[in-house]
């Protein structure tokens, strides 16, 4: 009978220790969490934010992705990144009024027939 209640109390200390445990990783990560949020600022980290993709193909896409100043038009396949084009952050914001979404396709369609206008034609040669 004396090994009765020394199971209980063992296992209330085990479990009491158990919380205590959890409890110092829960406040390790709520800690780690508010400086690395002070650290990057009151953005939170967002300095870097994908406006929109574009599929193209299989493993195959365009993004615009917004980088403090610029928007950058990259291209991204499975095995590489390359980058296609870079926007200024205000063209970008005067193409699109503020409040609607921005669309990808009208914007990369405007932006591909103003590259090509630079070339010349076969029938212009």
């Known amino acids: 009978m004396n090994g009765t ?12 220790s158990l919380g205590v445990v959890l409890a110092m990783i829960l406040f390790l990560l709520y800690g780690i969490r508010r400086l690395n949020s002070q650290r990057m600022g009151v953005a939170g980290g967002k300095r870097i934010q994908v406006l929109e993709s574009h599929y193209m193909g299989v493993k195959k896409t365009i993004s615009l992705v917004r ?9 991204i396949s499975g095995d590489r990144i390359n980058l296609l084009d ?10 699109t009024p503020p409040g609607t979404p921005t669309s990808f396709g009208p914007m990369l369609s405007d932006r591909l027939k103003k590259m090509g206008s630079g070339f010349k034609r076969k029938e212009d040669r």
């Not at 209640?5 to 009491?16: Q, S």
């Not at 980088?67 to 950058?72: I, S, Y």
């Open 67 to 75: 980088v403090p100043g610029k928007v950058l038009v990259l291209g």
């Open 5 to 16: 209640p020394d199971m209980i109390t063992a296992g209330l200390k085990m479990i009491a």
């Open 86 to 95: 870079t926007l200024d952050e205000d063209i970008v914001q005067q193409e």
